[in-house]
Structure formats: structure tokens, C-alpha cells
């Protein structure tokens, strides 16, 4: 009995890191990769390194971005850190 007692601490503080933590960063990762897997033909898009662009094709595993001047870039999805919407 003493044992549980002296345990219920150290529980409570994984289950309240568990809740504060842990569930939110993946509610976020699942987010973004549905938005990664959503991606489609003439998204608006920017990436994690700030680039602005338009997609022009999609692979399984990369994007081909078009950017202001025509330069076609190629990217991985997972480079991919919004879809901007049109305002």
C-alpha cells in the first residue's frame, strides 16, 4: 500500500506531461501530414524555409514548385509548412 502511494506521484506527473505534452505535438504532426497529403495541382504553399510558391506537380514523395519568375524547384512534402488560402 505504501508503495502505491509513494508511486501516485510520479503517475500523476506522466499522466498530466502526457496530456500537456505529448497528445497535442501529435494532434499537430497528424495535422500536418494530412495537410502534406491533401497537397494538390496549383496550391498556394510556403515552405519550412519560408519559400513562397505554387505547386506544379506532385510525386509520391516530392513536389515540384513553380515560384514568381517560373523556376520550377523540386521539394520533399514533408518541406511543405502551409497551404495559404486565398483571402
Not at 13 to 37: G, N, W
Request: glycine share 4%.
Amino acid at each position: 500500500m505504501e508503495t502505491i502511494v509513494s508511486l501516485l506521484p510520479i503517475i500523476l506527473m506522466f499522466v498530466i506531461f502526457y496530456f500537456l505534452l505529448i497528445r497535442p505535438q501529435q494532434k499537430k504532426q497528424k495535422k500536418v501530414r494530412q495537410m502534406q497529403s491533401d497537397l494538390k495541382k496549383g496550391d498556394k504553399i510556403v515552405t519550412i524555409g519560408g519559400l513562397h510558391a505554387t505547386v506544379h506537380s506532385l510525386d509520391e514523395d516530392s513536389v515540384v514548385l513553380s515560384v514568381q519568375d517560373g523556376t520550377k524547384l523540386t521539394y520533399d512534402r514533408s518541406a511543405i509548412r502551409d497551404v495559404k488560402t486565398s483571402d
